[in-house]
């Protein structure tokens, strides 16, 4: 499966199951204000069980922001197997407690269910610096050779250059990607990117406004060869 599907198919699954654990809490909250008979102890299982699904989720878009797609689902897969070969070790005198616990089970085995057949192509930027230029021996200042670059590294300067690229950080030392349209580039090949001055950050502006990214003189370049 190519990682940017795979983004978005992840994306849009925690999306919904962050917008059932919200909706879940938001009844239970709502009961708490109604006095005489209800039933809060179905609410609060429903609560539960809803954060015990959305949690999964939840820590595999962290981990896409530090690892990438594909690193990111390895890593995940293996916190969910964990947690299913652990459970039932112990457990709580505290039945809230015991019903978490068999809430997150049941969470990362519904997880691991979801995700079992998945197989994602590895998009991993190119390691070490840019290829060196080559200098033509004559007279004349010689042209400066432009860089060759991957597919996933091309797809990464066009979308800094069409889709309205940011970085954002809404919580300290949680920066993330933000696009205004479009597919949205994987963090670690945005910075890379940055690396190599292919693109820059504007950071006169405020992270938590967000510091657009562009394409310096070098990045529009390689595009255009």
Not at 44 to 73: D, F, Q, S
Not at 166 to 189: C, L, N, S, Y
Request: charged share 30%; glycine share 6%.
């Amino acid at each position: 499966m190519d990682a940017a599907i795979a983004l978005r198919l992840i994306t849009n699954r925690a999306a919904s199951q962050a917008k059932g654990a919200k909706e879940a809490r938001e009844r239970l909250i709502a009961a708490l204000k109604i006095d005489g008979p209800t039933h809060l102890d179905s609410l609060m299982r429903e609560v539960l069980k809803a954060e015990g699904e959305a949690a999964p989720w939840r820590e595999l878009m962290e981990r896409i922001e530090h690892h990438g797609v594909r690193e990111a689902l390895a890593k995940q897969r293996e916190r969910a197997t964990a947690v299913l070969l652990g459970h039932g070790i112990s457990m709580s005198t505290s039945l809230v407690t015991n019903e978490a616990h068999l809430a997150e089970h049941e969470g990362h085995r519904r997880f691991l269910s979801c995700v079992a057949t998945w197989e994602i192509e590895d998009e991993t930027p190119a390691e070490g610096p840019a290829p060196a230029t080559e200098e033509q021996p004559a007279p004349a200042p010689a042209p400066v050779a432009v860089p060759k670059i991957t597919s996933a590294q091309r797809r990464t300067l066009e979308a800094i250059r069409d889709n309205g690229v940011k970085i954002q950080e809404f919580r300290v030392g949680k920066a993330t990607i933000r696009v205004e349209r479009g597919e949205k580039p994987r963090k670690d090949m945005v910075e890379w990117a940055i690396g190599q001055k292919w693109a820059t950050r504007d950071r006169s502006a405020s992270l938590f406004q967000g510091q657009a990214v562009t394409l310096t003189e070098a990045g529009a370049a390689i595009l255009a060869s």
